[in-house]
């Protein structure tokens, strides 16, 4: 007998077990956001020894729209119905919200569609194992400061399509040598962030008007990430993704992203370089 139930802090450890187990990268910190971005919006399934063997979880982006993720099944209890119950329980937590999000694998995808899911873009993770420093430009990116914030939100919620101000300060205070600004004229070009993970660096999101901007926060960025590293890459820009090709990184797996209502704050997907994650949006 399986009870589903609100997560709570003391689920955490069993969480980042099921990440280990599916070989992810989020660290304790990552869930911790999660539970204070919607603390009624995370789910666990509990077996009858009371052991945590199934997750998801949800964020509002006020009524924007909401975001799936985090949809982990225990290994031994997988192609039991579990992850497809998760799911009912996130939807039936957002079940008021005109729209909901997720990146979807292709496997998922196919479980998504028949949800009323629709495909919005394609994305693909790219990893490096060692960044080649010797084959990044220089870059005219400048470390992010405070006195940038105003103008980086209001950037950040046209491209986005909505408020994620306390998802960035969140990702900012946790790997402050990450944060990059491309300005010109006083005015902000672009911006990038980037989090630890527990295998790997993470460079994301990155938001520019133009590939030159987005070339000059990469580089930046991943001279304080040694490596290895991913990026979650909108693949829009071919130019972007040879650029990424050209310093040694490969494609890892596609994802899709995916949306179920009207999608009526679908953003600026041409400017998304990168995206902060799957599991965030």
């Known amino acids: 007998m399986i009870v589903y139930r609100s997560m709570k802090e003391a689920d955490i450890t069993a969480g980042l077990s099921l990440c280990r187990s599916a070989g992810w990268n989020q660290r304790s910190r990552d869930w911790e956001l999660f539970l204070h971005q919607n603390p009624d919006g995370c789910r666990v399934g509990v077996d009858e020894r009371g052991k945590v063997i199934g997750t998801v979880t949800t964020i509002r982006y006020q009524h924007h729209f909401s975001w799936i993720g985090m949809v982990l099944v225990d290994p031994s209890r997988q192609r039991q119905g579990i992850g497809m119950q998760l799911l009912g329980e996130s939807l039936k937590i957002l079940k008021d919200e005109e729209t909901i999000k997720l990146d ?105 008007q133009d590939l030159d901007s987005a070339i000059n926060l990469v580089s930046a960025a991943l001279r304080n990430c040694p490596g290895p590293a991913i990026l979650d890459v909108l693949s829009h820009a071919q130019e972007w993704v040879r650029w990424l090709s050209s310093i040694g990184f490969v494609e890892q797996r596609s994802l899709v992203r995916m949306y179920r209502g009207s999608n009526a704050f679908p953003g600026e997907p041409k400017k998304q370089f990168a995206i902060l994650g799957p599991e965030f949006g």
């Open 104 to 208: 979807a694998t292709p496997a998922g995808r196919e479980v998504y569609l028949k949800l009323d899911f629709r495909d919005e873009y394609r994305l693909s993770r790219v990893h490096i194992g060692a960044v080649p420093v010797d084959k990044l430009p220089a870059s005219t990116a400048r470390p992010m400061r405070q006195s940038d914030w105003a103008l980086l939100v209001g950037f950040d919620r046209q491209v986005f399509g909505a408020d994620r101000e306390s998802v960035l300060e969140w990702i900012w205070n946790g790997a402050p040598s990450y944060a990059f600004v491309v300005e010109e004229k006083n005015q902000v070009k672009g911006y990038c962030f980037g989090r630890q993970g527990h295998l790997f660096g993470q460079i994301g999101p990155v938001v520019a």
